[in-house]
């Protein structure tokens, strides 16, 4: 009688974990073609109400510091762990752009940096440089640059980008050499440590903690703003 019991609560677990590991699957394929399908937006919503634990509020998601795109009053917040020398973050840089410039009013987006390896000096000098470039008040433009340039982050491509952008190159190579923002840099990478961030991209959407690169047409249905 027990063993029957076992045989069909085995079954049952199967067969649940099989369905649940199809619907994971289905709407990855829908995210990656871009064809999010409002049947795979309510898996989505449902899958990371299940999955995610409590989403962490807002003030532990955004330093003081962390540059801002639109308003911080907008219903729909996403702050981006991003890697200036990742080309998965660059993968996801024009949906993720495109969609704060297009619903201003209702899309806020915060950038905080965390590094694939934290070896790795020119990502590193990226970061700084780009603190540096939101001190001028360019830091938007700057971002634009380094990801439309993921391979080229020598100091020498930083300084060229800083002239490129309009910045005052010389308060910026000052900065940029004297490490001004190596405080800022190294809290992006503790608190991405400390909110579960293991690669890039990483968006928290209100909280909710979403992977990899989005298309912009898969933002605006999962988010409600285009059905």
Known sequence: MKKTILIIILAITVLVLGFFGWRVFNFYRLIKSGDASSSAVHFQKSYLKFSSKVAPALEKLISPD?????????????VEFADFSCEFSAEAFPAIRELAAKYPDKVSLVFRFFPGHSENVNAKNAALASFCAQDQGKFW????????????????????????????????????TGKKHEKQFEKDMADGIALGVQGTPTFFVNGEK?????????????????L
């Open 141 to 176: 433009a700057y971002y634009d640059k380094l990801f439309q340039n993921v391979g080229k982050l020598e100091l020498g491509d930083l300084n060229n980008y800083a002239a490129q952008v309009g910045l005052d190159t010389a308060v910026f190579d000052q900065c940029l």
């Open 210 to 226: 979403v992977e990899g690169a989005i298309p912009l047409e898969a933002w605006e249905r999962v988010l409600g703003l285009k």
């Open 66 to 78: 962390s540059p801002r795109l639109g308003s911080a009053a907008a219903e729909i917040n996403i």
